[in-house]
């Protein structure tokens, strides 16, 4: 796993910035690409719905996470459905 880096995003026309580790940007990224939205559009939703007790950062990781983790729990379901008699 990679070190977080620095990137910048502009967030209600100001720039800011959030350390993300390579994986979860590439994951962030794939996840705006696939809504055809872009990363700042998506960070703004993000920051937007987020806990104010909780970093930008975080709240993209815990994003990313919960994306992932609700695809899976999708195709586990679509396979036992599949499965059922």
Known sequence: MSRPQKRSLT????????????EFWRAFRDIA??????INEL????????????GLATAIRL???R?????????ANERQTFLSP
Do not use: C, M, N, P
């Open 11 to 22: 967030l209600r026309g100001h720039r800011t910035s959030v350390s993300l580790e390579d």
């Open 43 to 54: 960070a703004a939703q993000i920051d937007a719905a987020r806990d104010l007790d909780a």
């Open 33 to 38: 690409e696939e809504k055809s939205i872009s």
């Open 67 to 75: 994306h992932y983790r609700d695809r899976a729990h999708e195709g």
């Open 63 to 65: 994003f990313v996470l």
